[in-house]
């Protein structure tokens, strides 16, 4: 039998505080964390990584096969806006958030604590308007706040 090479590829993004790991296994790309203190870092390393996934300017975003988010702390999502503006994300892994930690998030960052209760959550303003990442197959307040 012969042997198939398949190539791979990791990387630790440098961005401070906070974690940006990307990596591919043959066709498969994923993403761990995706975010950093300051804000701008995490932003200037989603770009430049998306900048090195586009060939000669295709207008098809590039496909994440994977997003994983260890948790929501903003030096570990504080990229996201970006990356889901530029990419298409066919799974994304979100931590739990119990009742009481969507009331807070609510609190925080939106106007419809009523919402974050019931759910689903929706990734559209109030005026109907797609937000960026609303392609995201999840509905969670944190993703939408993010998105905003």
């Not at 570990?76 to 806006?81: C, E, T």
């Not at 994304?92 to 959550?121: D, Q, W």
Request: charge should be negative; aromatic fraction near 8%; proline fraction near 6%.
């Amino acid at each position: 039998m012969p042997n198939k090479e398949i190539d791979c590829e990791f990387q630790f993004h440098n961005v401070g505080q906070g974690l940006f790991y990307t990596g591919s296994i043959g066709d498969f790309r994923f993403i761990y964390d995706c975010g950093s203190l300051p804000m701008a870092w995490a932003h200037k390393a989603v770009s430049n990584y998306l900048d090195a996934l586009t060939v000669d300017n295709e207008k098809v975003k590039p496909v994440i096969n994977l997003l994983v988010l260890s948790h929501l702390d903003l030096d570990h999502v504080s990229g996201i806006d970006n990356l889901l503006c530029n990419t298409e994300i066919k799974i994304a892994l979100i931590p739990y958030t119990s009742p009481l930690e969507r009331l807070l998030l609510a609190v925080r960052h939106s106007s419809n604590l009523f919402g974050a209760f019931t759910g689903p959550y929706s990734l559209r303003r109030e005026d109907g308007e797609k937000k960026p990442g609303a392609n995201l197959p999840v509905k969670h307040p944190v993703l939408e706040c993010l998105a905003m």
